[in-house]
């Protein structure tokens, strides 16, 4: 299994332009994670998926963060209008139904100027 | 709420020395604990979990860690670090109430393994 997918790895962009984040899962995995990660703050839980149904968005920043799963292989992060303090490395992670562990993507190292 | 504490930001081993990392927790209900290591520019790798069962736990790369309930105490451990563990370690936990998938990670520890 090739693991958890994301693209880009990195994204460098200007204030105010629209970033949209990538995400495969492991095939088979029902859970579907998004994470933040920052100097700051930790690695921050932002939503989470089951069978592609959004269940806990409670993390999500603002208005200006969504995310979608249109299918079981595939989830976008998008964050319209990005801002500076956005910046980060955003983390996608998926488990199975039966497991309990979350294995996680490489990353997108998102800067925003 | 549930939390998770690592003490040390960064702990400092020789080769071929063992190693402790740090973490404390406090939930609510009976909890499932967790870590993982970060290399540079590179995504969490789990390395072992307790669920049930035996305190101690045995995970990837020859890590270990012990439960302690009383103590609120999930350190990892190694009996024997190499250069090549030096990484950032993250201690999390999940609340298994109303099967909540909550996931709390800790700050995280940077261990380094000198040559």
């Known amino acids: 299994d090739a693991g958890v997918i994301q693209s880009p790895r990195h994204e460098v962009t200007e204030m105010g332009q629209e970033v949209t984040l990538r995400c495969k899962p492991i095939s088979g995995h029902d859970y579907l994670f998004w994470y933040r990660q920052t100097m700051m703050r930790g690695l921050e839980l932002l939503i989470y998926f089951n069978n592609n149904v959004p269940i806990d968005d409670s993390g999500m920043p603002e208005d200006r963060f969504s995310a979608k799963m249109p299918n079981a292989s595939f989830s976008t992060l998008k964050i319209q209008p990005s801002e500076p303090r956005d910046s980060a490395v955003y983390f996608c992670?998926?488990?199975?139904?039966?497991?309990?562990?979350?294995?996680f993507g490489p990353g997108t190292r998102l800067t925003v100027t | 709420a549930q939390s998770v504490a690592q003490p040390e930001d960064q702990v400092n081993v020789a080769e071929g020395n063992p190693l402790t990392v740090k973490c404390t927790y406090s939930v609510s209900g009976n909890p499932y604990l967790f870590w993982y290591v970060q290399y540079p520019n590179r995504g969490l790798q789990f390395l072992l979990k307790?669920?049930?069962?035996?305190?101690l736990v045995k995970g990837s790369y020859g890590f270990e860690a012990e439960f302690n309930k009383s103590q609120t105490s999930f350190h990892l451990k190694k009996p024997s670090a190499l250069v090549s563990d030096s990484a950032l370690y993250f201690c999390?936990?999940?609340?298994?109430?109303?099967?909540?998938?909550?996931?709390?990670f800790g700050p995280g520890t940077r261990l380094s393994v000198l040559p």
């Open positions: 307790y669920i049930t069962g035996d305190n």
């Open positions: 992670a998926s488990r199975g139904d039966r497991e309990v562990e979350q294995y």
């Open positions: 999390a936990v999940r609340d298994i109430r109303n099967y909540g998938q909550n996931f709390v």
